[in-house]
């Protein structure tokens, strides 16, 4: 497996080499001997490269870790805020709601997308629910922070920055249209029961703008008040 690219990155040196002398530039190589064995680690670098795996264990612990919070938050915001329940999937604050922007902004698209997802999954376990309709409102919850994103780099040219207020805000107020979009469009689609009453659209997205920006300030707060104490 090694040879063919050995002899390739060889003849490619050699080329040059003679491309050198054919200028009048003297050739500093080494021996064919030492470039064989040159080219062979490179090579061998190359082909260990393909084989590195594509998430590393700390990625996989901490989407792990993710993925069993979304659950349990899920469970204490019922609790917590069982008063402003309007119905099992609409809620005028939605904790939660943080944790999915959350996991794309620590974790990076990918990863924080396979938290939210193992998370829906838990949390589908948990309540013993498995349908279709159920699997894609996964889904669209993945998807509704992945628009958000993609929306704030392209208006603003630039990454969020995650201790901003204002960057926070202004990706909330793209996430919680898209999502509850997403969302009524695939109940309008595949379960119709779920469409109670027109202004339920808006319900949601202020459910979600309400417990993003609460998750997300109670976030800052907490990180400049451990760097305010750390510096004294």
Request: with cysteine.
């Amino acid at each position: 497996m090694l040879k063919p690219i050995v002899d390739d990155l060889c003849n490619r040196v050699r080329d040059y080499q003679v491309y050198l002398n054919s200028r009048g530039i003297p050739s500093t190589t080494a021996k064919s001997s030492n470039l064989y064995k040159v080219a062979q680690h490179t090579a061998l670098d190359r082909l260990y490269a393909g084989f590195r795996p594509l998430i590393s264990s700390m990625q996989l612990v901490l989407i792990s870790i993710l993925g069993m919070v979304f659950p349990l938050l899920h469970v204490l915001n019922g609790r917590l805020f069982s008063f402003a329940e309007l119905t099992p999937h609409i809620g005028l604050i939605y904790l939660p709601a943080f944790l999915r922007l959350f996991n794309i902004l620590i974790l990076k698209p990918r990863d924080g997308t396979l938290a939210t997802v193992l998370g829906g999954l838990l949390l589908m376990r948990a309540l013993d629910t498995t349908s279709l309709v159920e699997v894609l409102n996964i889904g669209c919850s993945s998807g509704g922070p992945l628009i958000a994103l993609y929306l704030f780099t392209h208006f603003y040219k630039r990454e969020v920055n995650l201790m901003s207020p204002r960057d926070l805000t202004a990706l909330t107020f793209l996430y919680a249209p898209a999502n509850a979009l997403l969302h009524h469009l695939l109940w309008s689609q595949l379960d119709p029961s779920q469409l109670q009453a027109p202004i339920q659209v808006l319900w949601m997205i202020v459910g979600d703008i309400a417990g993003t920006l609460l998750g997300a300030y109670s976030l800052i707060f907490i990180v400049r008040l451990y760097r305010f104490w750390k510096s004294h």
